[in-house]
């Protein structure tokens, strides 16, 4: 019992890890309708800003607070220089210019900062907690808490705030936002900027466990995309609930199914990926989209 | 009515004139090239054989993503997994069972047709971003499985399997590099001219029907599942005998080489290349192949800094791929063309054109 | 239809084929009077990124050497390209190296993979693949591949210093190993293992008294992390822990095991002694204890503080390779290997042929190197394509930072 329960603190100690980035893809989708493939490898850059700036001797709030900022202008540049020109392009040379922007992020952060792993500290403390026999680490609770906040404050942003009404307009119907008087390109900046600004939140949340060289993100990408898609990637809430999930249910097929063993882990939760996209084609809680022909 | 004279009359015959003098330009040019193909393997070095070997294989695996994404509107991110499944499909059966290599490419198509056509049923139930999420789980769960214990007797384990390089047969005078240069030129020709076909014929139509409107396909009685399937399928063939043929090229698999970032290139280079076009295929093989090493040369010290700027330089300049930029290049070119030199030949034309009135 | 510009693809093809040209001019390979040729691949990009450092040392060591005016009067032009880690790249950039660079040999090519690919073809084309920088043991095959030598201590010898020390020191011990699901891990396993029974064997254990395998745990490169693979080896009972880990999940390895509360006798390979990249971001409390081995200088170890040949390697890397780290193990490393070329060249003189450069390089007689650990000699033969076979344990002091060698030097056995 306790080993079990000691593979689930694991697991969501991972599934923590790879909401936070999905909470970011979610953003960028309810603001833009593209997934950016690159918001792992901006989470990491701005991740590499952090601790540039503690590192020259800011006390941590102060360069997190900093970065948040840089981040999000970050974001907002980006969108406005590198992805409007291809607004109106079809989606996939959207998707060639998001590889484009990963491998720039990639392989600028390893010229700048080389490949040599860093510590990244964490204001929750670093010491071990033990309850019983299972053990934690504080920062995790902290990393998961601050994920659920993130969640909180998106959910209630797209929800009550008319700023959030207008980005979800804007994402959805472009030509219908603008014929009302919304300024759809600064919408579509915002969410940019609002994605880069929650990616460095994921970033700096997650150097300290896993350690920062410029592969932070790379592993947790796929598996937050693969979260925020089976929760549904129209549901921020799903998504985490699929961040979660992802992370339990590999740790623990890895545990207990004896004859795939660690090696096939991986394959163990896609499965239960594509099983579950098989019968829910939206996600588990996406919202089912109705076309009428 | 003078039909010798009545045609140039119209915008619309002289875009007809031109058309056809533009096709009587395209067969020329294409043999020309095909010539030229021919003979480049003796001029250039041996090194540079093998380069463009290697673009041939990736040419023909992005002809079947092309089939799948251009021509049929549905998406994959894990074509790697195919190409792996064929690579080491041809490896284990040359190095386990000693089959000639020949055999082995035949083998790789119908095992991956196969495996595409089986992945292609379920994939019917998901769309658009699920389905890039269902394929990259495939591409995933390659190396993992690759390297699984159970099986490790045949695939060779992390160690990866070497296969010798096979010679020219019948005693052909080329030496081996060469020879593997004209066999995937040639497989690329066959698989070309089958896509070709294929895309010309009821299937093609509905394909793209499908793509374009899936509903009024099926409300024509198009059978989309049927043919949603059997596009993947073929798609996965395509792909699968590239595999094989790269396994022969290079030498060498090893569970690692068909990473997530292999299915992530094949993507690049449809759609840099020009999706819905199969010369497309061709250009974003020699994209995929040659440009990371111009980017090398050109920045040491963050060389995929430059591919990805690059890649965002053509999204930018030719949005329709490079083919949709040769297409608009070769349009404009057209609009020059003189629309007539003899009378003769402009008689033989306009008998053509009007033989239906 | 069939949409070909045949006219552009005919000119780019045209223009590919001036190029193509361009390099095709056969010269005598890679030497003249005044240049020697060395290719280098190495992974500037992809998943081993981390180890670019090391040609960029190896290229930075070339060119002081260069200013100081070369070997015999020759200076080395170092070409080096990326593979990514990717065998397919490596088969392109060797076989560009040798046929249209005519390099006179390639050296250190990175990883086993990578270099499995190539090792056919090095040897069918008779050019030297000379100090790979992998551990395989199977590069050290004289008969069956008389073109290919490796150059650090190879890992099956490594993991056997450490089963010997397991029978050795702890009883009845419990063992679990974590190990990386990849050639480079597989290949510590398989020595791990194979040293095991032959030291049970000639100990004359049995029963409970013998040291057993109570668990493994692989994980792939792509995983975000390794915490649940620990997990797993805790509470499988085990005391003692091998970890056959790269840096970054050592110290995700090392530190999961401190918090967890658990204190085995944990073994950590080689690859993964840094204390600036390994130890210090696992904390150094957690790292405590922990055994290895080293055959190189430690630049942080403070008994090197003060030491000629680290200063000196310091005030080149501050010349030569400002932006490198100063704190990198690698770093040490490439410049190490880099004058045992140097070396090998040197013995060759003027007589610069594959086969002699080669012969030279099976021809080391108890050369030195003053970055590596004192005793520790490059020592190669016809026969003995291993250069380097000594290796000292070493375990690590929480309190001081440091590592501290104990026992004699090792040699294989």
């Known amino acids: 019992m306790e080993i079990f329960l000691q593979q689930v603190m694991t697991g969501l100690a991972n599934g923590g890890i790879y909401a936070s980035l999905a909470l970011a893809l979610v953003m960028i989708y309810h603001s833009t309708n593209h997934l950016n493939f690159a918001q792992g490898e901006m989470a990491m850059f701005s991740t590499y800003i952090a601790w540039t700036l503690i590192n020259a001797g800011l006390p941590y709030w102060v360069a997190f607070v900093i970065t948040l900022a840089v981040s999000f202008a970050g974001g907002v540049v980006i969108e406005r220089v590198v992805v409007r020109p291809f607004e109106d392009a079809p989606v996939l040379n959207a998707v060639i210019v998001f590889i484009g922007l990963l491998v720039i992020f990639n392989s600028l952060a390893g010229w700048i900062w080389t490949y040599d792993i860093k510590q990244f500290p964490t204001p929750f403390g670093d010491h071990p907690v033990q309850l019983g026999n299972i053990f934690f680490r504080a920062h995790d609770f902290g990393a998961i808490g601050v994920t659920l906040f993130v969640l909180l404050v998106l959910w ?18 472009p ?14 900046a915002l969410g940019w900027g609002l994605a880069a600004l929650i990616g460095a939140v994921a970033g700096m949340m997650v150097a300290p466990v896993l350690f920062l060289d410029p592969s932070l993100m790379s592993g947790v990408l796929i598996y937050s995309f693969a979260a925020a898609l089976f929760g549904g990637i129209s ?9 979660f999930f992802v992370g339990v249910a590999e740790v623990l097929s890895g545990t207990y199914v004896p004859f795939i063993g660690n090696d096939l882990k991986l394959i163990v939760a896609l499965i239960i990926i594509i099983g579950v996209l098989l019968v829910r084609p939206s996600g588990l809680f996406g919202k089912v989209s109705v076309s009428r022909v | 009515m003078d039909t010798a004279n009545a045609p140039t009359g ?55 993503l092309n089939l799948l994404i251009g021509f049929n509107g549905q998406f994959s991110l894990g074509h790697g997994a195919f190409y792996a499944i064929g690579a080491y499909t041809a490896a284990v059966m040359i190095h386990q069972w000693g089959i000639h290599y020949g055999w082995t490419l035949v083998a790789a198509g119908i095992v991956c047709g196969v495996a595409g056509f089986l992945f292609g049923i379920p994939a019917l139930r998901i769309q658009g971003m699920y ?57 690329l020709l066959i698989a070309v001219v089958v896509a070709h076909n294929l895309l010309n014929g009821r299937t093609g139509r509905a394909m793209m029907a499908i793509r374009d409107n899936p509903i009024a396909a099926e409300a024509m009685g198009i059978n989309t599942a049927l043919y949603k399937s059997l596009t993947f399928g073929v798609s996965a063939l395509f792909t699968g005998v590239a595999g094989a043929l790269s396994c022969i090229v290079v030498q060498f698999v090893a569970p690692d080489s068909y990473s997530v970032f292999l299915s992530i290139t094949l993507l690049v280079g449809s759609v840099v290349g020009g999706l819905a076009s199969i010369s497309g295929a061709i250009y974003g093989a020699f994209f995929i192949q040659f440009i990371p090493n111009v980017a090398d040369a050109i920045s040491k010290a963050a060389p995929w800094a430059i591919y990805g700027l690059f890649l965002i330089g053509f999204m930018f300049v030719m949005p329709g791929g490079i083919a949709g930029f040769m297409n608009m290049v070769w349009s404009r070119l057209q609009r020059q063309l003189p629309l007539a030199r003899r009378r003769g030949a402009e008689a033989g034309h306009t008998g053509r054109t009007n033989s239906k009135t | 239809m069939i949409k070909r510009n045949a006219t552009v693809l005919f000119l780019l093809l045209a223009g590919l084929l001036v190029l193509g040209l361009a390099g095709c001019e056969k010269k005598t390979p890679g030497v003249t009077k005044t240049e020697i040729k060395i290719g280098h691949i190495n992974p500037y990009s992809g998943p081993a990124s981390a180890y670019g450092t090391i040609g960029r040392t190896e290229a930075a060591y070339f060119k002081m050497l260069n200013e100081e005016g070369g070997i015999n009067g020759r200076k080395i032009n170092f070409i080096s390209y990326d593979d990514g880690y990717s065998p397919p790249k490596t088969v392109e950039q060797a076989r560009k190296l040798v046929e249209q660079d005519n390099v006179l040999l390639i050296f250190q090519s990175l990883g086993t993979p990578t270099n499995s690919a190539i090792w056919q073809y090095m040897n069918d084309k008779k050019v030297p693949q000379l100090f790979v920088a992998t551990g395989a043991s199977k590069w050290n095959d004289p008969q069956g ?53 032959a030291n049970i064997a000639s100990a004359g254990l049995s029963g409970d008294k013998a040291p057993k395998i109570v668990m493994e745990q692989s994980y792939e490169v792509s995983e975000p992390t390794i915490d649940s693979e620990v997990v797993n080896l805790k509470n499988s009972g085990a005391n003692v822990l091998v970890n056959i880990t790269t840096p970054k999940f050592a110290a995700q390895a090392v530190k999961k095991v401190a918090d967890l509360g658990w204190h085995p006798t944990q073994f950590l390979n080689n690859v993964s002694i840094s204390i600036d990249s390994v130890m210090k971001p696992a904390g150094l409390d957690a790292s405590n204890g922990i055994i290895s081995t080293a055959y190189l200088k430690d630049p942080d170890d403070a008994e090197w503080k003060d030491d000629a040949s680290i200063a000196k390697w310091r005030e080149f890397m501050q010349k030569y390779y400002p932006d490198g780290s100063l704190h990198s193990g690698n770093n040490v490393f490439g410049y190490t290997v880099a004058q045992t070329l140097v070396q090998v060249l040197k013995q060759a003189g003027d007589n610069l042929t594959r086969e002699n450069v080669m012969k030279e390089a099976a021809n080391l007689k108890d050369f030195e190197v003053s970055t590596l650990l004192p005793g520790i000699k490059i020592n190669t033969s016809p026969t003995d394509f291993a250069p380097i076979e000594q290796m000292q344990l070493q375990k690590f002091d929480g309190k001081k930072g440091a590592w501290v060698r104990f026992g004699e030097v090792l040699g294989a056995n």
């Open chain 1, 235 to 243: 549901s921020p809430g799903g998504s985490v609930f699929g961040g």
């Open chain 3, 145 to 197: 591949h008389p073109w290919t030598m490796g150059w650090q201590p190879n890992y099956q010898t490594e993991a056997k210093i450490y089963a010997r020390y397991v029978v050795q020191n702890i009883p009845g011990a419990k063992i679990g190993i974590l190990y990386q699901n990849d050639d480079y891990g597989k290949d510590y396993l398989t020595g791990f293992k194979a040293g095991l029974e």
């Open chain 2, 10 to 64: 119209t915008v619309a015959a002289e875009a007809a004139i031109r058309r056809d003098r533009a096709r009587t330009w395209r067969i020329w040019a294409v043999a020309a090239l095909l010539v030229v193909t021919c003979v480049l393997p003796f001029v250039m070095g041996d090194y540079r054989v093998f380069q463009f070997t290697l673009a041939f294989t990736y040419a023909l695996a992005l002809l079947g």
């Open chain 1, 156 to 173: 209630a942003f797209f929800r009550f705030t008319p700023l959030g009404l207008a980005m979800r307009a804007s994402a959805e119907n």
């Open chain 2, 131 to 187: 389905l890039a999420l269902a394929t990259l789980a495939l591409a995933l769960a390659m190396p993992p499985l690759l390297k699984y214990k159970a099986w490790e007797a045949y695939t060779g384990g992390v160690q990866g399997i070497f296969i010798n390089k096979p010679h020219a047969p019948f005693g052909l005078p080329l030496n081996p590099d060469e020879w593997l240069y004209f066999l995937s030129l040639g497989v």
């Open chain 1, 175 to 188: 030509v219908s936002a603008r014929l009302v008087g919304i300024r759809v390109g600064w919408m579509l």
